[in-house]
Structures are given as C-alpha cells and as structure tokens.
C-alpha cells in the first residue's frame, strides 16, 4: 500500500498547498485540486513528489479525498 493522503500532502510545497486549498480548507480536497498539485510539480521538475494511480485510487475509494462535489 501506498502513502495516505495526508502522508502525501506532507511532503508538499507548504505555500503550494496554501494555494490550491485557500478558502477550502474545511472541505475535503478535490481531486481537481491534488491535478493542480501534481502539474506543479511535474512543471517543476518534482514527479517524484506525485502520487501513484494506485495511490490516488485508494484515496478516492477509502473516501480521503472527492472525485467531485455535489
């Protein structure tokens, strides 16, 4: 198994984060946003900082994180 999704998160750009979740940080994160995160890094030469599809599946499926929101 994979890292969590806050075992993720941790390893992330802090200001990066900041960014992305301004204002939505009592929501659950989007997957929307984690892409956001994931390009950043990838435009920063930091793949390695990005989750597997493994990874992202189960945070999806174990509810960590939202595909969408109604």
Do not use: C, H, Y
Not at 23 to 50: G, H, S, T
């Amino acid at each position: 198994m994979g890292r969590s999704f806050q075992e993720w998160l941790e390893q992330q750009d802090g200001s990066l984060v900041f960014k992305v979740r301004a204002e939505d940080e009592f929501n659950k994160p989007l997957l929307n946003q984690i892409n956001w995160i994931w390009v950043q890094n990838l435009l920063n030469k930091r793949a390695d900082l990005n989750p597997s599809s493994a990874e992202l599946l189960d945070w999806i499926t174990s509810g960590q994180i939202d595909a969408m929101r109604k």
